[in-house]
Every structure is written in C-alpha cells, then in structure tokens.
C-alpha cells in the first residue's frame, strides 16, 4: 500500500510543479494537459479506495 501512496504522492508534486512552470505557451493546450492531468489524479485515488475496499473486505 505504500507503494501506490509514494506514486499518488509523485503524481501531486509533477501536477504542482508543472503549474508553476507552465512549459506549454498555448492556452488551451494548457488547459487540456492540465484537465486530463487532473483526471488522472482522481482516476489514481479512486483506485486507491478500491484497494482499500477490497483489503478490508477479506478481513
């Protein structure tokens, strides 16, 4: 579990790093990077949960 919680950790500091940044010039290209960047991050957490879930339904 620790594992997933280090690379959900990893995900958070590209995703602040790269607004701080912002490489791509483009608005809407930014907008886009950063929206599909933003649903990876829920993406990763719900299936956080679902591990979570599952662990503690075997108990």
């Known amino acids: 579990m620790k594992k997933q919680l280090y690379l959900y ?3 958070i500091i590209l995703f602040i790093a790269y ?3 912002k490489p791509i010039k483009d608005e809407r ?3 886009a990077v950063n929206i599909l ?3 990876a991050l829920f993406l990763y957490i719900a299936y ?3 591990l979570v ?3 503690m339904g075997k108990k």
């Open 9 to 11: 950790a990893g995900l």
């Open 53 to 55: 879930l599952k662990k």
């Open 48 to 50: 956080i949960a679902y």
């Open 37 to 39: 960047f933003a649903s």
């Open 19 to 21: 607004n701080f940044y």
């Open 29 to 31: 290209i930014d907008a």
